[in-house]
């Protein structure tokens, strides 16, 4: 069993950063693929980003590809998302997710879910 915890969320403008961290707990000693996704109000949970354990492979959705960016340290059992130029179109709730499959596989199945953190961009 694994837990993920995520934290970083809030309320900030357009144009705005903001680091979302996921800390993994339980049994993390096999090398999981972790990821994020999220949610806006109305539609239905979509991809963000995933990376294998070494971080050696990274997948981004095209929706936010060069504004965000996905890592991890291993040593803390954390994976981060670092997102930048935020838009208001960014506004969900961000999912921190992790699977014994690859970080491609985790794209579209995950194994393990967080509870979920709150990002909110305003105009």
Do not use: H
Not at 26 to 34: A, E, H
């Amino acid at each position: 069993q694994v837990q993920l915890v995520e934290s970083g969320g809030g309320l900030v403008q357009a144009g705005d950063s903001l680091r979302l961290s996921c800390a993994a707990s339980g049994r993390t000693f096999s090398s999981i693929s972790m990821g994020w996704f999220r949610q806006a109000p109305g539609k239905e949970r979509e991809f963000v980003a995933t990376i294998s354990w070494s971080g050696g492979s990274t997948y981004y959705a095209d929706s936010i590809k060069g504004r965000f960016t996905i890592t991890r340290d291993n040593a803390k059992n954390t994976v981060y998302l670092q997102m930048n130029s935020l838009k208001p179109e960014d506004t969900a709730v961000y999912y921190c997710a992790a699977s014994s499959a690859g970080a491609y596989a985790l794209k579209y199945k995950s194994e393990y879910w967080g509870q979920g953190t709150q990002v909110i961009v305003s105009s």
